[in-house]
């Protein structure tokens, strides 16, 4: 197993409640298995760790309660696609959604997700660790070596790269064993490392905005932080930029740089996250809760609320308490 995979064991598997399972599963014999306790919640997390080079991670369980996910693993490099999520990825904020792809860059500030109840993670994921980008790749690549950090960090909540998700995709229905199933597990983990570098360098030819001085950072943070808390209201985005002291160009730019998503986005995820708080502590109309977030009409949440979790808000609300 991967040192890796030892700190997800130390840090979330054991102690969100995973315990060791050998019985049968629909996943790899190649991989290890761990099962949710009852108590906790239902389902299989899947791992297979190459040394301390790199693992794959395959994810189909729900807790039983909201839960904070929390793992520090400095210079790991991640990336996942899920089919299934609702939550808060913390550090710093964004809402999950499903259909999309998330990438984490380990460094010293701890990373953190908050994961509603009930609704399934279910998802794929490659990990490298530095050995295997920075020893690995350089041995093998002396000449066209390219830290592959920058890569991962520009994919964050990205929609629309079918080709990765079609590579994740074959890893995940992937069944085989033995040498053959480490042979492809190494050379689907290098594929989505190279698609990565060569959409970075395909990227690379573009503008790139300015970085963010601390007093623009200050400014930006109190921009968000009015949005935080008037996300119900239609906000027009020139008083954004007078909240922060900017021009609206500008602050498009840098609001985009922080959070990396627009103002737009920002907002979306800020009311469909409360949207799904209200559809499960409440009995509130549909109707209710849409004019309670923002939106005027509940045909309106319902579609936006579909394209980020899957379900329409009513499956949501029969899916969380149909399992209480």
């Known amino acids: 197993m991967s040192s890796a995979m030892e700190e997800w064991n130390r840090t979330i598997i054991e102690p969100g409640g995973f315990v060791p399972y050998t019985g049968e599963h629909e996943y790899g014999s190649t ?9 906790v919640g239902e389902g299989y997390f899947w791992a297979y760790g190459e040394k301390d080079l ?10 039983n309660q909201d839960t904070l996910v929390e793992s520090s693993i400095s210079g790991y490099l991640s990336i996942f696609y899920y089919d299934s999520i609702s939550g808060e990825q913390l550090t710093p904020y964004r809402r999950m959604n499903a259909g999309c792809i998330q990438s984490i860059v380990g460094g010293d500030e701890p990373y953190k997700m908050w994961v509603h109840k009930k609704i399934p993670i279910r998802c794929i994921g490659i990990g490298i660790s530095p050995s295997y980008y920075e020893d690995y790749m350089k041995a093998h690549y002396p000449e066209e070596y390219l ?14 790269f079918p080709e990765l998700i079609f590579l ?8 085989g064993d033995g040498i053959a199933a480490k042979m492809f597990y190494e050379g689907k983990v290098a594929e989505v490392v190279a698609l990565l570098i060569e959409s970075m360098r395909k990227r690379s030819g573009k503008a790139n905005i300015r970085e963010i001085s601390k007093g623009d950072f200050a400014q930006i943070e109190t921009a968000a932080a009015y949005l935080n808390d008037h996300y119900s209201y239609d906000i027009p985005l020139e008083q954004l ?13 840098l609001f985009k740089k922080r959070f990396d998503c627009t103002v737009t986005r920002y907002l979306q995820q800020r009311r469909l996250s409360h949207a799904e708080c209200l559809l499960t502590e409440t009995d509130l109309t549909i109707g209710q809760i849409a ?19 899957g379900l329409t808000p009513i499956e949501y609300r029969k899916t969380v308490r149909r399992r209480t």
Not at 293 to 300: A, C, F, H, L, N
Request: charged share 25%; glycine share 2%; proline share 3%.
């Open 31 to 39: 991989g290890q298995c761990w099962k949710l306790k009852p108590e």
């Open 241 to 253: 930029a007078q909240i922060a002291c900017m021009s609206t160009t500008k602050f498009k730019l």
């Open 168 to 175: 994740l995709k074959q890893v995940e229905n992937y069944r």
């Open 291 to 309: 004019k309670s977030v923002g939106y005027s009409t509940s045909s309106r949440l319902a579609k936006l609320f579909r394209e980020s979790t």
């Open 147 to 160: 830290n592959p950090s920058s890569a991962f960090a520009r994919l964050d909540q990205e929609a629309s």
């Open 54 to 63: 790199f693992d794959v991670k395959i994810h189909n369980f729900y807790f």
